[in-house]
């Protein structure tokens, strides 16, 4: 299966806490054909009053389930001290974030033809469900994959990122410069 995930950091050093969920993501996961995003730096959304994230997006092929992908990622999210607990708050300060945004059929960068993986559970929607109203998740995301269709919105990530445009995110360092 090939993956595309998000990644923020706005508490401690954010750039080794995304450095440290890219190399859990390889080591860990084994991906294949690993790719980078440049890093962004956004404003907060929704719980305004914390500091900056920094943001990118990485993508590779995996051989394990989208179930227990979620559960690697929060392991490796609690390892950089996220709390996890029920009582964390929601869209709150976090060492590092790692969410699932789209899965494709396949062990290659998806192209027209790729057949995307849809999943609603209580514990997992894909395609994510907030991508496409977050510049800070789409601007990466178009970097390594402008033509790259929404697999239910039908339009393109270049599309898509024109309607977050005016949201406060700038990029800072090409892919690999963290």
């Known amino acids: 299966m090939f993956v595309f995930v998000g990644l923020g950091s706005n508490q401690g050093d954010r750039a ?3 450095r440290a969920g890219i190399s859990s993501f390889a080591r860990i996961l084994g991906a294949q054909g690993l790719r980078e995003s440049p890093v962004y730096e956004s404003a907060p959304m929704y719980l305004t009053e ?3 994230f920094l943001n990118m997006v990485i993508s590779g092929a995996v051989a ?3 179930a227990t992908l979620l559960h690697v990622f929060k392991e490796i999210e609690g390892a950089l001290g996220r709390d996890l ?3 964390a708050t929601r869209n709150g300060p976090r060492p590092l974030d790692m969410d699932i945004l789209l899965a494709y059929e396949g062990q290659r960068l998806p192209d027209m033809a790729s057949v ?5 559970t209580p514990e997992l929607i894909i395609p994510h469900p907030r991508m496409a109203e977050r510049a800070f998740v789409l601007f990466p995301l178009r970097d390594l994959a402008p033509n790259l269709m929404h697999p239910t919105l039908h339009r393109t990530i270049a599309a898509l990122v024109e309607d977050v445009a005016t949201q406060d995110v700038h990029k800072l360092a090409d892919g690999n410069g963290i």
Request: glycine share 0%; no cysteine.
């Open 50 to 52: 914390q500091p900056p």
């Open 116 to 120: 995307p993986i849809l999943r609603d």
């Open 64 to 66: 394990v389930e989208l």
């Open 85 to 87: 607990s029920s009582q």
């Open 16 to 18: 080794a806490n995304l």
